[in-house]
């Protein structure tokens, strides 16, 4: 890709553009196939004798499930706008290992993969993958992946990393321990939450086009026997409208709908969703109580741990 932004010096951070995919493994495959695609309408697009890609849109995959123990997030995918070798350069300028291989999946044949600090987990770094041969959408499949969260030590490295490095930008925070990240104009692609125990995921999240698409999907989901255990809810930071519900695996999934958008990046201010009390609303903490966690009451405890 030669369409690289303008003004790019040695020290700008990497141009991530959007979150492509989540990588995780499960100790059965075929069980995790049939979720994503029987409960949750994914498409299996590819699948080989050690993994599964699967998708919700026009990308070759936006999930890729591989045998494994139950790990969840054990690599992230982000679709980069820059040239490759440029972001190769600049981040072992920065000082970090940087390898570039062309044997990670059938759809991406020239990823830069990076270490996250704390996690060590790879991050996938690409220009863009080929198609999925998907044919539009249907009544029920989620329109994309939306975000996914971590549990981490600290926060700071993080937001040092994924701000500094990637070119993240701070969205929001709850207390001292939970941060939301944005790479384009969605209100969070990362968020971070700071546990001294917990580690791995605490939630995938994948969007839904509007009220009536999330609903569908719900009696979709307790039809074959899939029930909440928190929401329909409205959270503070985003406002995004929420559910959540376990995989087989017991990994939190999260439905969502109406998460805010940056109406203006020049002036860095949302495009706030019906509940909130600020206008214009920009980054900031938020204080941790029930307008924050979830405005319309009801909080899970167990998805508030850390
Ligand atoms: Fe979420």
């Not at 303008?6 to 020290?11: K, R």
């Not at 969605?186 to 125990?197: I, L």
């Not at 605490?202 to 509007?210: G, L, T």
């Not at 559910?243 to 109406?258: A, C, R, S, V, W």
Request: one cysteine or more.
């Amino acid at each position: 890709m030669t369409n690289s932004p303008a003004g790019m010096g040695s020290s700008t951070p990497v141009n991530v553009s959007k979150l492509g995919y989540v990588g995780f493994e499960t100790p059965d495959v075929d069980r995790m196939v049939d979720y994503y695609t029987k409960i949750l309408d994914f498409k299996l697009v590819e699948r080989s004798e050690t993994q599964a890609f699967l998708t919700t849109n026009f990308d070759h995959h936006s999930i890729v499930i591989e045998k494994g123990d139950v790990n969840p997030r054990s690599f992230v995918g982000y679709e980069i706008w820059e040239d490759i070798s440029d972001a190769q350069r600049r981040l072992k300028e920065a000082g970090y290992d940087v390898e570039r291989r062309t044997d990670i999946a059938p759809s991406t044949p020239d990823v830069l993969i990076v270490e996250e600090p704390s996690t060590g987990i790879p991050l996938h770094l690409y220009d863009a993958q080929s198609g999925s041969g998907i044919d539009g959408y249907t009544p029920i499949r989620p329109t994309k992946l939306g975000h996914v969260a971590a549990f981490v030590p600290d926060l700071k490295p993080l937001q040092d990393f994924y701000q500094g490095l990637l070119g993240f930008k701070w969205a929001d925070t709850i207390g001292d321990f939970f941060v939301f990240l944005r790479c384009n104009s969605d209100h969070h692609a990362a968020n971070f939450m700071a546990s001294k125990v917990k580690r791995s995921l605490h939630h995938i999240a994948y969007e839904m086009r509007d009220v009536n698409h999330l609903q569908t999907m719900i009696d979709h989901l307790a039809k074959n026997g899939y029930q909440l255990d928190w929401g329909p809810g409205r959270h503070g930071p985003g406002h995004n409208l929420f559910t959540y519900h376990k995989d087989p695996d017991g990994n939190n999934i999260e439905l969502f709908t109406q998460l805010d958008v940056i109406h203006d990046e020049s002036k860095g201010y949302w495009e706030p969703r019906p509940w909130h009390n600020d206008f214009p609303q920009y980054p900031k903490t938020w204080e941790v109580d029930v307008m924050t966690i979830n405005s319309w009451g009801p909080i899970n405890p167990a998805l508030m741990e850390h």
